[in-house]
């Protein structure tokens, strides 16, 4: 169960960034000196969000943790968006990657306690 989350979440993540890595090689991105605040903001939010899916590959709870909060900070800067298939993407590929952390980790804690009983160590 643990590995169809977790390769779901990066299946995920590389088509996100596939996806936005295309729009900014061919749209271009904009020089940040002309945006205004709000979009500089929305930006800023974009590229959390892509160093969480990024990073997540990796480390699962700080790359879902980042996404989580760009995605936050973006709903706030830019409600429009927020409701695009895509924006809608990200959040859902933070809660896999964070539950993929969360089930291995309670794994990797009960194969301990079972591979070490509490009175292993004992001398009677």
């Known amino acids: 169960m643990v590995a169809v989350i977790r390769w779901t979440a990066r299946v995920l993540a590389v088509l996100l960034i596939m996806l936005f890595a295309t729009m900014a090689f061919g749209e271009g991105v904009p020089s940040p000196w ?55 993407l990200f959040p859902i590929a933070g809660i896999l990657f964070l539950l993929s952390w969360a089930l291995s980790r309670r794994r990797a804690v009960e194969e301990t306690k079972t591979a070490f009983p509490p009175d292993a160590g004992s001398i009677s």
Request: hydrophobic content about 65%; aromatic content about 14%.
């Open 34 to 88: 002309i945006l205004d605040r709000p979009e500089k903001l929305a930006f800023l939010a974009l590229f959390v969000m892509l160093a969480g899916l990024v990073s997540a590959l990796r480390f699962e709870a700080v790359g879902g943790i980042l996404i989580l909060a760009g995605y936050a900070f973006f709903a706030l800067v830019n409600q429009e968006l927020i409701i695009s298939w895509a924006f809608s």
